[in-house]
């Protein structure tokens, strides 16, 4: 093994030492009255963007997800003495902004008296004249797409493909296996194919 080759997989190692290390800190800083504060300033920063925009995919509505990020972090504060540290932090802030996410899809179709499949549909098809959405005409066209997948591939496909999340690292946020994720992602993107074809 090259010398470079060598020291590159030990940094990467050490880093990843060093990041576990950082997070058992944060974790129990923010268990500590004392440091809680600053604790979960940190913790805000380091994650608020990776889970805005993993609800964002979610609701799709820009006002909807600073809702649900608001949520999602007012819940982590309320139950972190909760957390036991038997998943990865960003794992169990993944499930709680993914439960917010689904609920707050929930309560929004019911109060407008239709399934949440519909919900999604509508949303997607508002995508165009939402000012915070920036993608262009093809990424427009894979929302819609999206949107009409059952919910479980859907969170499985947005997590692989764009949060670009590891197998082992969706069945611990969803609490499932990776074998029946790996069929939900196959299956997601065939539909998604035979969706952007005929659209």
Same mark, same amino acid.
């Given at each position: 093994?090259?010398?470079?080759?060598?020291?590159f997989?030990?940094?990467k190692?050490?880093l990843?030492s060093?990041?576990?290390?950082k997070?058992e800190?944060?974790?129990?800083?923010?268990?500590?009255?004392?440091?809680?504060?600053?604790?979960?300033?940190?913790?805000?920063?380091?994650?608020?963007?990776?889970?805005?925009w993993?609800?964002?995919?979610?609701?799709?509505?820009?006002d909807?997800?600073?809702?649900?990020?608001?949520?999602?972090?007012?819940?982590?504060?309320?139950?972190?003495?909760? %957390?036991? *540290?038997?998943?990865?932090?960003?794992?169990?802030?993944?499930? =709680? @902004? +993914?439960?917010?996410?689904l609920?707050?899809?929930?309560t929004?179709?019911?109060?407008?008296g239709?399934?949440?499949?519909?919900?999604?549909?509508?949303?997607?098809?508002?995508l165009?004249?939402?000012?915070? %959405?920036? *993608?262009?005409?093809i990424?427009l066209?894979?929302?819609?797409? =999206? @949107? +009409?997948?059952?919910?479980?591939?859907?969170?499985?496909?947005?997590?692989?493909?764009?949060?670009?999340l590891?197998?082992k690292?969706?069945?611990?946020?969803?609490?499932?296996?990776?074998?029946?994720?790996?069929?939900?992602?196959?299956?997601?993107?065939?539909k998604?194919?035979?969706?952007l074809?005929?659209?």
């Amino acid at each position: 093994m090259g010398i470079n080759l060598f020291l590159f997989l030990w940094s990467k190692s050490q880093l990843k030492s060093i990041l576990l290390v950082k997070e058992e800190t944060l974790v129990q800083q923010l268990k500590q009255k004392d440091s809680q504060a600053k604790a979960f300033e940190v913790l805000v920063n380091t994650y608020k963007e990776r889970l805005y925009w993993h609800i964002r995919r979610i609701v799709l509505n820009h006002d909807d997800t600073d809702d649900v990020l608001q949520n999602t972090f007012i819940k982590v504060f309320n139950h972190i003495d909760g %957390f036991k *540290g038997e998943s990865k932090l960003y794992s169990w802030l993944y499930r =709680i @902004a +993914t439960n917010e996410a689904l609920s707050f899809l929930n309560t929004k179709s019911k109060k407008m008296g239709i399934d949440n499949s519909e919900l999604q549909e509508k949303m997607a098809g508002r995508l165009e004249a939402d000012v915070y %959405f920036e *993608g262009d005409e093809i990424q427009l066209k894979l929302q819609r797409a =999206i @949107a +009409t997948l059952p919910e479980r591939q859907k969170m499985v496909f947005n997590m692989k493909y764009f949060d670009e999340l590891k197998y082992k690292e969706i069945a611990e946020i969803l609490g499932t296996s990776v074998g029946g994720l790996k069929a939900s992602y196959h299956l997601a993107v065939k539909k998604l194919e035979e969706y952007l074809k005929g659209n």
